[in-house]
């Protein structure tokens, strides 16, 4: 059995240990990137987007009850050719209010849906990113311990290096008699 381990490298495992770095870095960041982009898509759908829609209802109601008010008018002027027009723009700005009204709950499923679906993703990233700080955070420094303790067991000269030791009588290559 060998007395000593043969190292050959230390910048092998210090080597692995500044990619291991660069790593995490560069992991980490891409995870807090993918989560704060599903944060901004949240917002833009459930807070921006539904305040255009909710805008938009409003003023195609507001089109609709002139639309109304016009063909109420047509009506009881009793002229007949402008009352078909007016027919035609209340139809049309009916359709355009329920097609707001439609956009505008389809907006709000949306929102709930994104929740669902993005909350338990976001939690495994989140997990994986807590793993990446306090997990690898610690492989990288148990790392810089070993290549310390590998540098200093370099350092050390060996038996067979530095000639007998004090005390030890027998000449090199024989063994000590075990009591």
Same mark, same amino acid.
Do not use: C, F, N, Y
């Given at each position: 059995m060998a007395? *000593?381990? =043969?190292?050959?490298s230390v910048d092998a495992v210090e080597a692995f240990r500044a990619d291991l770095i660069v790593y995490l870095s560069r992991t980490r960041a891409v995870l807090e990137e993918a989560t704060d982009e599903v944060v901004r898509t949240r917002l833009w759908v459930q807070n921006d987007q539904r305040r255009v829609w909710?805008?938009?209802?409003? *003023?195609? =109601?507001?089109?609709?009850?002139?639309?109304?008010?016009e063909m109420f008018n047509s009506r009881l002027s009793q002229f007949h050719?402008?009352?078909?027009?007016?027919l035609m723009a209340l139809q049309r700005a009916e359709r355009a209010y329920r097609e707001a009204e439609a956009k505008l709950m389809l907006l709000k499923k949306w929102g709930r849906e994104l929740e669902n679906l993005s909350?338990?993703?976001?939690?495994?990233?989140?997990q994986f990113h807590g793993f990446l700080t306090t997990n690898m955070g610690r492989a990288v420094a148990y790392l810089a311990l070993v290549v310390k303790a590998l540098e200093a067991y370099t350092d050390v000269p060996s038996p067979d290096a530095a000639g007998p030791v004090?005390?030890?009588?027998?000449p090199a290559g024989e063994e000590t008699p075990l009591p």
């Open positions: 007395d *000593r381990a =043969h190292v050959t909710e805008e938009e209802l409003r *003023r195609r =109601h507001r089109k609709l009850e002139e639309a109304k008010a050719g402008s009352s078909s027009l007016q909350d338990p993703m976001v939690k495994q990233v989140g004090a005390g030890d009588s027998h």
